[in-house]
């Protein structure tokens, strides 16, 4: 539970000109702050967890984990625009009250050992999914008056009537994976691992209406090499594709609130893990990513 001052410092794109932003840039410091008394933000933020597993047999098992975040505010904050030479700004004002966002995530895995002739299979299969939700109302975003960087000046907290909040959107992500550590011998491990991905995107166009505007899938693999020079030091090469959700396009763009095919990464690692003692292990490690 914890109050947030809404206090923000000039930045060059508050200023009315270059000009302005010369003449006064070096008179600034770290306490110059755009703030009013009334200016905080309460947040309240929530977590919960939970964690099971089973012995299915000797070899086998499965692990269940749960876990949920929640943060309510009144999402407040204060900026300067238009800031003159005299160090005199318009007031720009944003209040979203009643906001939650809440995160969900579950992941469910059965694992054991399984022996092929002489290689052994370390095998997981689980499912994983993962829910976020972000709720607020219109809001207000304006100027409220006008004030000094060099001067305190007190306004009264404008009182508004901003509308009900409501689910504005919702993403879901829907995992499936398999992978498969093989023990070849006493040197050699090879692993890999399938995941399949969906992503949907939900957006709520009014209080209680709910309109999917995403559904992507894909599957991304990771394979790799493991080879112990000796039991204490190992050599590794291993290639991952990644996945996540892609962007969505701000309020000012031509195509608003468009949300972007998933991007895909792909990562090449080389590396090498010594151990050098009980307790302390060295790792280098040079890998490329593209995205």
Do not use: C
Request: hydrophobic fraction near 40%; aromatic fraction near 10%; avoid cysteine.
């Amino acid at each position: 539970d914890k109050t947030i001052s809404s206090a923000r410092g000039p930045s060059l794109g508050s200023f009315a000109n270059a000009a302005a932003a010369e003449d006064l840039l070096h008179r600034l410091s770290p306490e110059t702050r755009i703030t009013q008394p009334w200016a905080v933000e309460p947040n309240e933020q929530f977590y919960y967890s939970a964690r099971a597993s089973y012995a299915l047999s000797g070899s086998w098992r499965f692990r269940l984990a749960a876990q949920r975040s929640e943060l309510v505010r009144d999402q407040l904050g204060l900026s300067a625009a238009g800031i003159q030479a005299d160090g005199t700004y318009n007031i720009q004002y944003f209040f979203s009250p009643d906001q939650e966002r809440n995160n969900s995530a579950v992941l469910a895995v059965v694992e054991g050992d399984l022996q092929t002739g002489l290689v052994r299979h370390e095998l997981a299969f689980g499912y994983d999914y993962v829910r976020r939700d972000m709720t607020f109302g219109p809001g207000f975003s304006g100027t409220i008056g006008t004030g000094n960087l060099f001067a305190d000046s007190v306004l009264p907290q404008p009182i508004l009537s901003v509308g009900a909040s409501y689910l504005q959107f919702r993403s879901n992500q829907h995992s499936v994976f398999l992978s498969d550590t093989a023990k070849v011998s006493d040197r050699v491990e090879l692993f890999g691992v399938a995941r399949f991905t969906r992503f949907q995107n939900i957006r709520g166009t009014a209080p209680g209406t709910l309109v999917e505007t995403y559904d992507e899938s894909i599957v991304t693999p990771t394979v790799g090499l493991v080879y112990k020079l000796r039991p204490s030091l190992s050599l590794y090469a291993s290639y991952a594709e990644g996945i996540e959700q892609g962007g969505t396009a701000p309020s000012n763009a031509i195509n608003a609130g468009q949300v972007f095919d998933p991007l895909k990464s792909d990562q090449l690692e080389l590396g090498a893990k010594w151990e050098l003692a009980e307790g302390a292990l060295l790792t280098v490690a040079a890998f490329e990513i593209d995205k």
